[in-house]
């Protein structure tokens, strides 16, 4: 069974920097597609980056260049740097896996953890 825990939200002021950490069990990281997905209150959640088993990567327009998906296998964990945070990423940040495409489509994905919130104030 695929078990996955994120950590490292919390609350910083825009500009500021936070790395998430999803460490994965039940699977083998080097092989899947992994994902971000963050929901912000009264939104849907939204793709925000994924990270194909041939280090493909894609992210979401409004966090290109500020944010940096990748993994460490020998771990089993995936990351999300996430610099130059703006208000409007506040969110609860999910990684997922089990995807049937890589993409940054939230059906695709059949394994989430519980998610870490993010909170950037201005």
């Known amino acids: 069974q695929v078990h996955l825990v994120e950590s490292g939200g919390g609350s910083v002021q825009a500009g500021g920097s936070l790395t998430l950490s999803c460490v994965v069990s039940?699977?083998?990281?080097?092989?899947?597609?992994m994902g971000w997905f963050r929901q912000a209150p009264g939104k849907e959640r939204e793709g925000v980056a994924t990270?194909?088993?041939?280090?493909?990567?894609t992210y979401v327009y409004s966090v290109k260049g500020r944010f940096t998906i990748s993994k460490d296998i020998s771990k089993n964990t995936l990351y999300l740097q996430m610099d130059n945070l703006k208000p409007e990423d506040t969110a609860m940040y999910y990684c997922a896996t089990e995807a049937l495409a890589c993409t940054t489509v939230e059906s695709y994905f059949g394994a989430w953890g519980q998610g870490t919130q993010v909170t950037v104030s201005s």
């Open positions: 990270l194909a088993d041939v280090e493909r990567t």
């Open positions: 039940g699977v083998t990281l080097g092989r899947q597609c």
